[in-house]
């Protein structure tokens, strides 16, 4: 396995490129199996889950074209409709081919993705509000099996909670329904949007894009064609590495950026002293003379992202007071506090708030990544402890950062990739 040795950094300089988003890749090969052409994404990310996404599709008979950053995906041979435990328990968003699978041929069978490292993770929303559009859905060994002989209803969907997949996978269950479909409380990440942008330009008419009520009118089981399309950058890539800039003091700029969709941490930021120049697609943040404590709550879009939680708490240990994170979203997404309190962070728990008293002097150490944000916060610690810190089981980090050593590196980070 390999490992990322990092010693401590002076400033970082110079630029980042932003890949394209994780999070709107994956809904959007989902949502190939919607379509009876070859679809063309442009500006993938080159990250294991898309790589893993991409195989499940293959297993099902999907034509798979993959270049370095981009892939044409033909769905139209597609014979399987099983999405199987070995490739589910490896990337739990897997669960996003239910929807498609189910509308398009009426049965599916997915693995339960189970839970993960931050927390338990249940599908139960996905399920009821395909079972409310008309399917049958048993849970059988582990398996999920939906069956809709008739095709999915459209009707009336209220999610108890918000939840990103969970919307993604019944906006493209609704693309190919009977009828139309209304969603109250839908999830309005700009991953949804692009899903939902992407769908209305193929001919899936979508109402509510972007707010919490969507409306979709059916095809009635009609595939779609789609034109290619680009995916939208990585905003919390971006996020990362614009605190890679604020815990190095650096001046460091990020491309290829959409800074409309940061809004809420680049506020925090600011609270927390950093200033920034804004352009159409590029931020540059600026050195400050001290990093503010800060307080965090965690919510859905456009509040302040739970994916940048552990980025924001590992900043927070060399803020100039105490701050306090709260994370609502997740039961379990504080893992990276214990590495952090090894490097020698004063954190303390109660239940699901932190508070992170600075500025502490970090101290290198073998560290051990737990998930994927929480490998990201170890690394930007590592960029400012004293000595060498070594970020071991990295995989998680590369199941969302694509090229993440190379692009600190880059600017001046004094990283490397190593094997154990
Ligand atoms: C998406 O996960 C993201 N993953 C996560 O990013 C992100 O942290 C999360 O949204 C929240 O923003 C992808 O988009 C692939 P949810 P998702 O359904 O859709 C509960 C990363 O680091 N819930 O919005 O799985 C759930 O337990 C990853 O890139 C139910 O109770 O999250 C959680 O408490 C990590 N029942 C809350 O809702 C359900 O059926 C939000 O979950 C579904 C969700």
Redesign the pocket.
């Given at each position: 396995m390999d490992y990322l040795k990092i010693l401590k950094n002076k400033q970082l300089n110079g630029e980042i490129r932003i890949s394209g988003a994780?999070?709107?890749s994956?809904?959007l090969i989902a949502m190939t199996i919607l379509a009876k052409n070859n679809v063309s994404m442009k500006n993938l990310p080159k990250v294991a889950?898309i790589n893993t996404l991409l195989k499940l599709l293959s297993n099902l008979g999907a034509n798979i074209d993959k270049q370095e950053h981009c892939v044409v995906v033909n769905t139209t041979a597609l014979h399987e409709t099983k999405a199987t435990y070995d490739i589910v328990k490896t990337?739990?968003?897997s669960?996003?081919v239910l929807g498609p699978i189910l509308a398009r041929f009426g049965h599916c069978e997915v693995s339960l993705?189970g839970g993960?490292a931050?927390?338990?993770?249940?599908?139960?929303?996905?399920?009821?509000a395909l079972q409310s559009m008309g399917a049958n859905i048993q849970i059988k060994g582990g398996y999920i099996e939906a069956t809709a002989p008739n095709g999915l209803q459209g009707c009336e969907i209220i999610?108890?909670?918000?939840?990103?997949?969970?919307?993604?996978n019944i906006v493209m269950a609704a693309a190919l329904a009977h009828g139309i479909t209304n969603i109250t409380n839908a999830?309005r990440?700009p991953?949804v949007v692009q899903l939902c942008e992407i769908l209305n330009a193929s001919g899936v008419k979508i109402d509510g894009i972007g707010t919490a009520v969507l409306t979709i009118h059916g095809t009635n089981g009609s595939l779609i064609n789609i034109n290619e399309f680009a995916v939208i950058p990585d905003r919390?890539e971006a996020g990362t590495y614009l605190c890679a800039g604020a815990i190095t003091n650096s001046e460091l700029t990020i491309t290829s950026v959409e800074p409309k969709h940061l809004g809420a941490v680049l506020s925090k930021l600011e609270e927390m002293g950093s200033t920034f120049t804004l352009k159409e697609d590029s931020i540059t943040i600026h050195p400050s003379k001290t990093i503010k404590p800060v307080k965090i709550v965690t919510q859905?879009?456009p509040a302040f992202?739970?994916?940048m939680q552990a980025q924001f708490m590992a900043l927070a240990t060399q803020a100039d007071g105490v701050s306090i994170i709260e994370e609502r979203?997740?039961?379990n997404?504080f893992m990276h506090v214990s590495e952090l309190q090894r490097m020698g962070a004063d954190i303390s728990l109660n239940g699901h708030t932190a508070t992170v008293n600075g500025k502490s002097e970090l101290s290198g150490t073998d560290v051990m990544a737990t998930?994927?944000?929480a490998s990201s916060a170890l690394v930007l610690a590592g960029l400012v402890a004293n000595g060498e810190t070594d970020v071991h089981r990295i995989y998680h980090l590369d199941?969302?950062y694509d090229a993440l050593e190379k692009k600190l590196g880059n600017v001046g980070a004094n990283i490397q990739r190593l094997k154990e």
């Amino acid at each position: 396995m390999d490992y990322l040795k990092i010693l401590k950094n002076k400033q970082l300089n110079g630029e980042i490129r932003i890949s394209g988003a994780k999070n709107a890749s994956l809904p959007l090969i989902a949502m190939t199996i919607l379509a009876k052409n070859n679809v063309s994404m442009k500006n993938l990310p080159k990250v294991a889950d898309i790589n893993t996404l991409l195989k499940l599709l293959s297993n099902l008979g999907a034509n798979i074209d993959k270049q370095e950053h981009c892939v044409v995906v033909n769905t139209t041979a597609l014979h399987e409709t099983k999405a199987t435990y070995d490739i589910v328990k490896t990337m739990r968003a897997s669960i996003l081919v239910l929807g498609p699978i189910l509308a398009r041929f009426g049965h599916c069978e997915v693995s339960l993705p189970g839970g993960c490292a931050i927390g338990q993770r249940p599908v139960d929303l996905h399920l009821k509000a395909l079972q409310s559009m008309g399917a049958n859905i048993q849970i059988k060994g582990g398996y999920i099996e939906a069956t809709a002989p008739n095709g999915l209803q459209g009707c009336e969907i209220i999610f108890d909670k918000i939840t990103v997949t969970g919307t993604a996978n019944i906006v493209m269950a609704a693309a190919l329904a009977h009828g139309i479909t209304n969603i109250t409380n839908a999830a309005r990440e700009p991953e949804v949007v692009q899903l939902c942008e992407i769908l209305n330009a193929s001919g899936v008419k979508i109402d509510g894009i972007g707010t919490a009520v969507l409306t979709i009118h059916g095809t009635n089981g009609s595939l779609i064609n789609i034109n290619e399309f680009a995916v939208i950058p990585d905003r919390i890539e971006a996020g990362t590495y614009l605190c890679a800039g604020a815990i190095t003091n650096s001046e460091l700029t990020i491309t290829s950026v959409e800074p409309k969709h940061l809004g809420a941490v680049l506020s925090k930021l600011e609270e927390m002293g950093s200033t920034f120049t804004l352009k159409e697609d590029s931020i540059t943040i600026h050195p400050s003379k001290t990093i503010k404590p800060v307080k965090i709550v965690t919510q859905e879009y456009p509040a302040f992202p739970t994916d940048m939680q552990a980025q924001f708490m590992a900043l927070a240990t060399q803020a100039d007071g105490v701050s306090i994170i709260e994370e609502r979203l997740f039961e379990n997404r504080f893992m990276h506090v214990s590495e952090l309190q090894r490097m020698g962070a004063d954190i303390s728990l109660n239940g699901h708030t932190a508070t992170v008293n600075g500025k502490s002097e970090l101290s290198g150490t073998d560290v051990m990544a737990t998930d994927l944000r929480a490998s990201s916060a170890l690394v930007l610690a590592g960029l400012v402890a004293n000595g060498e810190t070594d970020v071991h089981r990295i995989y998680h980090l590369d199941r969302g950062y694509d090229a993440l050593e190379k692009k600190l590196g880059n600017v001046g980070a004094n990283i490397q990739r190593l094997k154990e």
